[in-house]
């Protein structure tokens, strides 16, 4: 089956800095990613589709301006956490969309955030 | 419009017994059902999809899922349990869109 890595699992950081979490198709290429935001004990929260060459599609309420996704390849989406701060802590999760337009998802492991 | 209703939030349940996990779907177009799973501090990966064909889906670790059109149903089953099936099951469709939207997620619980 398609594999999606993403990196890193874990992160810590300080308050004001940025931090930047990779998702990569590693078999397949991949033309749709999405980005997930899970809280403790609930749901995916989808933040954002994010096309190959194309700038990302953002959920309400999502800041684009502090989630920033860049898909620069057919294997690579990356998001980046600008000036982070203690209530962007949270598990996020990639995913991208396998061929044969189903909707089926193909996951990469998740990123822990903490933010200090 | 597309959705999914996962109605139990939590399913504790003996090692060995049966479970069943509900999922209701809800979409003005034909559509493709999954079940993920996800265990602690884990991505999701996939148990089992139905896209079209036989109702009854057999997936991963012992898994089934039957689609039942009249009563927009997706239940996922498995005859019997083990303590490493404890992890949290998504329910999920994806329409016309092919977005897939997720339910709430239910937690199986297995106890010894």
């Known amino acids: 089956g398609a594999v999606v890595s993403q990196h890193p699992s874990w992160v810590i950081c300080k308050s004001g800095t940025s931090v930047k979490i990779e998702c990569r198709s590693l078999?397949?290429?991949?033309?749709?990613m999405f980005w997930y935001r899970q809280f403790p004990k609930q749901s995916l929260m989808l933040m954002a589709t994010?096309?190959?060459?194309?700038?990302?599609?953002?959920e309400q309420g999502v800041e684009k301006d502090k989630f920033l996704i860049n898909h620069a390849s057919l294997t690579l989406s990356t998001l980046t956490v600008t000036s982070a701060h203690p209530e962007d802590s949270s598990f996020y999760i990639c995913?991208?969309?396998?061929?044969?337009?189903?909707?089926?998802?193909?996951f990469g492991e998740g990123s822990r955030l903490t933010v200090l | 419009a597309q959705s999914v209703t996962q109605l139990d939030s939590q399913v504790p349940v003996f090692e060995e017994a049966p479970v069943e996990l509900r999922c209701n779907y809800s979409?003005?177009?034909?559509?493709?059902l999954f079940w993920y799973v996800q265990y602690p501090n884990q991505g999701l990966q996939l148990l089992l999809k139905?896209?079209?064909?036989?109702?009854l889906v057999k997936g991963i670790n012992g898994f089934e899922a039957e689609f039942n059109k009249s009563q927009t149903s997706f239940h996922l089953r498995k005859p019997s349990v083990h303590i490493s099936d404890t992890a949290e099951y998504f329910c999920?469709?994806?329409?016309?869109?092919?977005?897939?939207?997720f339910g709430r997620g239910t937690s199986l619980i297995v106890h010894p």
């Open positions: 995913s991208a969309m396998g061929t044969g337009a189903t909707g089926e998802l193909f």
């Open positions: 979409s003005s177009v034909s559509v493709y």
């Open positions: 994010s096309n190959e060459g194309s700038k990302a599609t953002y």
């Open positions: 999920a469709t994806s329409g016309g869109s092919y977005i897939p939207t």
């Open positions: 078999d397949f290429q991949a033309t749709t």
């Open positions: 139905y896209l079209s064909g036989s109702t």
